[in-house]
């Protein structure tokens, strides 16, 4: 009887933390993911120059293309 329950006490602990295991994947998969498009944020920020004639539009079309994404993030 005693074996069965450390028998049981150690499956349940190997699924908590198989299930603490990947929540912490799926969090570092994320803060990678931010960190990898903010570094292309940072780079392209160097490469535009901005004409401040047409800050208007340059507006415009960063809702737009956020508006995209956000809705690329609802098909899936």
């Known amino acids: 009887m005693e074996h069965k329950k450390k028998i049981t006490d150690v499956k349940k602990s190997i699924e908590k ?33 901005v004409d401040e004639n047409n800050t208007k539009e340059h507006v415009k079309r960063i809702r737009q293309l956020l508006s995209a994404a956000w809705s690329e993030d609802l098909k899936d």
Not at 32 to 49: F, H, P, S, V, Y
């Open 17 to 49: 933390f198989n299930e603490f295991s990947s929540k912490e994947k799926s969090s570092l998969v994320d803060s990678i993911e931010m960190l990898w498009l903010n570094a292309g944020i940072q780079k392209k920020k160097n490469d535009i120059k």
